[in-house]
């Protein structure tokens, strides 16, 4: 069931700076990193539900005064973008939008796969760039609960900044209420010192948006299945240069890049085991945060993008081709170090010409790419603004193509993604059993389960008995063709005693109607039913 959001009102306040900021401060440098980063947002949004004690009234002031104090730290994000060299911080002040929005209950939303709709709860349209660095957008539903919506530039800051500066924006508005007047250390603004900007002549800057139509859509993998997959990629690690054990999410993206190749194996004649002879090149970006590989480790709170991406082209080999995968990516990440940072840094002129080249070649069609990123063990369930840690944190729908995002679960017991990919490389993960297999229950029969509570119906999902009939490769029996995919995980709810199935005849499914003859008194009953009225009268009239 797709989720209906409609903001019924909105409005717009610039919130600025508590204190000004000093002059000798209205020159933010951008760093390298910042001036190869994307010219695009990043969406987030953390959910809240009712607080119950607070009015919306209150929550939105609770807000707007610490967010217009820790500015007073975080000043760059009340400024302005300027040319991709700098940011002019003379407190022009950050948009907040408030937005009353009328659909089903907070719960239903947070239920809900349709990651598209979430992008109704953002103060920007995330194709439209500009010079803002932040906007901010509180949604408030009609059950109490209600969600911040945030668009952080990523021209200057990067995911773990931005996980940060929510975080300081709610430790600020923790003080505010306690009466204390702590001061929330700010961030670390070194980045332009340890990347000094480069002249860019020539460097159009990369632009996530697509033109293509792409789909984004939320799976959540399962803790133990990502955990066992993990150790199964370990054993490829012994002839590795590295004898580091492969992450959960290193391990997923290597599996999910066996998906995905294999996949455009099919439909693609030229293959990549001799990829010097082929017209397309397939390569796997690796996102990392560089703060960790320098040493001493930069502190989280390090402003900016500290960033890098780890590639590689794996070859295919008898079906190895994900265990490469692993060996290939954890031997590049091994190799970024101080001396890959001051290399990196003297070689610039070549960095630049190898991103020319690879923008080239993409826009070409010669290459393409699969975008790994992660904001797992961020922080990212620790913003408490007074009224607890939020029920969900998320992104939204973005127009990149092949890219996928994870993050934790707010349990911690599975990997949450996000998947941006064209139609028919989406529907092709959605029918492969493998991915099928290491999913967690869906998120519909969740949300189908919390709207029978709400109603107070009995916890009895019907549906035809036939269904539930699988084979272990069930995505092209014949018996379901005519099913959504993802209803092929209601089996395991039934087998775990969450649901009850209960056989409906066909001549009791008013549907039938439509697609089978029916006995003249079962067709009147339905048609009553759908309420056209009686067929004879309608016939006759």
């Not at 200057?156 to 209420?177: E, H, K, M, P, Y």
């Not at 010192?193 to 697509?210: A, C, E, R």
């Not at 992450?247 to 890049?257: C, G, H, I, N, R």
Request: net charge neutral.
């Amino acid at each position: 069931m797709k989720i209906e959001v409609e903001v019924i009102s909105k409005s717009v306040e610039m919130i600025k700076p508590s204190s000004p900021t000093p002059n000798h401060l209205h020159h933010h440098q951008l760093s390298f990193l910042d001036q190869l980063a994307p010219h695009a947002y990043i969406p987030f949004l953390f959910f809240y539900e009712s607080t119950g004690t607070k009015t919306i009234t209150q929550i939105s002031n609770i807000l707007k005064t610490s967010l217009s104090k820790i500015l007073s730290q975080y000043y760059p994000f009340a400024g302005r973008v300027k040319h991709n060299l700098f940011v002019h911080c003379s407190d022009q002040g950050v948009p907040f939008f408030e937005s009353k929005v009328k659909s089903q209950p907070l719960s239903h939303v947070i239920a809900s796969p349709f990651v598209s709709e979430l992008n109704k709860l953002l103060p920007y349209r995330l194709g439209e760039v500009t010079e803002v660095p932040l906007g901010v957008q509180l949604n408030v539903f009609d059950c109490g609960g209600f969600a911040i919506g945030l668009c952080v530039s990523h021209r200057i800051a990067d995911g773990l900044t931005s996980f940060t500066f929510v975080n300081r924006w709610a430790a600020q508005a923790n003080c505010d209420a306690q009466g204390k007047n702590n001061i929330i250390v700010g961030p670390d603004f070194s980045a332009a010192s340890i990347f000094p900007p480069k002249n860019m002549d020539g460097y159009l800057g990369v632009s996530l948006v697509n033109k293509k139509a792409i789909v984004t859509k939320r799976f959540v993998f399962d803790g133990p299945k990502v955990e066992a997959l993990r150790s199964r990629y370990e054993e490829s690690m012994k002839f590795s240069k590295t004898q580091k054990r492969p992450s959960k999410v290193e391990a997923l993206s290597a599996f999910l890049w066996n998906i995905f190749l294999a996949s455009r194996r099919k439909t693609d004649c030229v293959g990549i085991s001799n990829q010097s002879h082929t017209q397309t090149l397939y390569m796997v970006v690796y996102i990392m945060d560089l703060r960790s590989r320098f040493d001493p480790p930069l502190p989280q709170h390090a402003f900016g993008n500290y960033y890098r991406a780890a590639t590689a082209t794996p070859t295919l080999v008898n079906g190895e081709e994900s265990h490469r995968l692993v060996r290939q990516v954890l031997e590049e990440i091994e190799n970024i170090d101080n001396n890959y940072m001051r290399r990196f840094q003297e070689g610039y002129r070549e960095h630049l010409d190898f991103m020319r080249k690879r923008m080239e070649r993409f826009a070409k069609g010669e290459l393409v790419t699969l975008t790994f990123s992660s904001v797992c063990r961020f922080p990212i369930y620790d913003a408490d603004f007074g009224w607890g840690k939020p029920a969900w944190v998320s992104m939204a729908a973005m127009n990149v193509n092949n890219q996928i995002v994870f993050m934790d679960t707010k349990n911690g017991d599975g990997i949450e993604s996000y998947f941006s990919l064209t139609e028919e490389d989406m529907a092709k993960f959605e029918l492969h059993k493998d991915f099928i297999a290491l999913l967690k229950s869906p998120v519909e029969t969740k949300y189908h389960a919390s709207t029978v509570e709400e109603a107070d119906l009995d916890k009895r999902l019907v549906m035809e008995y036939k269904v539930f009939q699988f084979k272990p490769s069930t995505v092209f029996h014949s018996r379901i063709k005519h099913l959504d995919t993802d209803y092929h995980f209601v089996r395991k709810r039934v087998q775990q005693g969450d649901l009850d199935v209960a056989y409906v005849p066909t001549h009791e499914q008013t549907t039938d109607v439509l697609t089978k003859g029916l006995h003249s008194p079962t067709f009147i009953k339905h048609c009553f039913n759908l309420k056209p009225g009686n067929p004879v009268e309608i016939e006759g009239g």
